[in-house]
Nanobody, 127 residues
Framework: QVQLVESGGGLVQAGGSLSVSCAAS????????MGWFRQAPGQEREFVAA????????YYADSVKGRFAISRDSAKNTVTLRMNSLKPEDTAVYYC????????????????????WGQGTQVTVFS
């Protein structure tokens, strides 16, 4: 069993930066990947970014590419999403997710492929 606990988030002005972090607890995380999804009011949850736990390969949604950066700290079992040049449309609840086994291709972007989820943390960007 893997528990995911998010931290960070909050309120930020458009153009600003914010980080959200996720700590995996319960055991040393040795799964395949961790990632972030987000859900805005009235919308479906969507993929944001993900990182391969071993090797550090990354994936990003086109909407955040060049503005967001995902990283992991294996020693601390944490994954961090650094969000720069934030826009009001980035406002959402951000969820951390973990995938234990191999994924390929478009599976990285599918929320149903992830095995564990955090409770979510709110990010609000105002103009």
């Amino acid at each position: 069993q893997v528990q995911l606990v998010e931290s960070g988030g909050g309120l930020v002005q458009a153009g600003g930066s914010l980080s959200v972090s996720c700590a995996a607890s319960g055991r040393t995380y040795n799964g395949y990947a961790m990632g972030w999804f987000r859900q805005a009011p009235g919308q479906e949850r969507e993929f944001v970014a993900a990182i391969m736990w071993s090797g550090g390969g990354t994936y990003y949604a086109d909407s955040v590419k060049g503005r967001f950066a995902i990283s992991r700290d294996s020693a601390k079992n944490t994954v961090t999403l650094r969000m720069n040049s934030l826009k009001p449309e980035d406002t959402a609840v951000y969820y951390c997710a973990a995938r234990l086994y191999y994924m390929y291709g478009t599976e990285w972007f599918e929320q149903g492929r992830y095995d564990y989820w955090g409770q979510g943390t709110q990010v609000t960007v105002f103009s």
